[in-house]
């Protein structure tokens, strides 16, 4: 597998890391871009592999392009890999709120797959919704699988729709989890706990929890019910979360990224004149 990797960030060399550790892509079979010197520095020494001041470069040898841009440059990136693109050549976008239509129209180009990883990629332990346009062959869809597995877990779904969603649901659910993770380390040094440890007691609560309700087949609701004791703490404490609506404010905040999601397809989609 040969891979060009165009800007390369945070997420993006997760991904390097990932497919080198798997050893699903050789150092020397690896391209990415970046346009600051001192980027492309680092990653050439830490990863051994290529990397390009110029986009379109990254490009040359790969069977599967990664996009990895912020949304706000994908425009100008796309008009410069546009004429360097073949057609038996795969985009896999990880830009937040790139559509297919979008992807399409601004690079003229059929064979494009939408994705969107979270933050846990970082360490292997991410989950990606994917879709594929319809011109997309079951080749390039396995090379899509393979680039994204090297983040963690994949899904890849037949309605695009679903990855706006898991946008707003797992993409951004990282930062639900960061924001009730920091108020509970505030209530820990409230009451009395060093920040140190009352950081240790809710990470470790919050890992355990999550793993321990991943491998149970019972619903949350039922987990939660086994460990609520009539009259007791749990009880209590759930008494005020459910009197501070903290069930609709995290459903108002998951529509919220989801609606910043569908804003930023539909400006992509004007900026490439596909309405």
């Not at 990136?77 to 004429?83: G, K």
């Not at 969107?116 to 990606?128: D, E, K, S």
């Not at 619903?219 to 009259?231: E, I, K």
Request: aromatic share 4%.
């Amino acid at each position: 597998m040969r891979v060009g990797i165009v800007g390369a960030g945070v997420m993006a060399e997760a991904m390097i890391t990932g497919l080198l550790d798997e050893q699903a892509v050789a150092p020397g079979e690896l391209v990415a871009s970046h346009p600051r010197s001192d980027r492309r520095t680092l990653l050439a020494e830490r990863h051994a592999i290529r990397v390009v001041e110029l986009n379109a470069e990254a490009l040359d040898d790969a069977e599967i392009v990664v996009l990895a841009v912020k949304p706000q440059m994908l425009g100008r990136v796309m008009s410069e890999l546009r004429p360097a693109l073949r057609d038996e050549q795969v985009v896999l976008s990880i830009v937040a709120g790139a559509t297919l239509r979008a992807l399409a129209g601004g690079l003229d180009h059929a064979s494009v797959v939408r994705a969107m990883p979270n933050t846990p990629a970082q360490i292997r332990r991410g989950i990606t919704v994917w879709t594929a346009a319809a011109a997309c062959n079951d080749p390039q869809r396995t090379l899509a699988r393979r680039v994204l597995h090297a983040l963690g877990d994949e899904r890849e779904v037949d309605e695009e729709e679903f990855v706006a969603m898991a946008t707003a649901l797992s993409g951004t659910g990282p930062t639900y989890l960061f924001a009730v993770m920091e108020a509970l380390i505030d209530a820990g040094v409230h009451l009395g706990f060093p920040r140190e440890l009352a950081h240790d007691l809710v990470a470790a609560t919050l890992l355990g929890s999550a793993q321990y309700a991943a491998g149970s087949d019972l619903h949350p609701a039922q987990l939660r019910n086994a460990v609520t004791s009539p009259g007791g703490t749990s009880a209590a404490a759930i008494y005020e979360l459910e009197k501070g609506r903290l069930r609709t404010v995290l459903s108002d905040a998951v529509w919220a990224a989801y609606r910043r999601t569908q804003e930023l397809g539909e400006r992509l989609e004007r900026e490439t004149g596909k309405p």
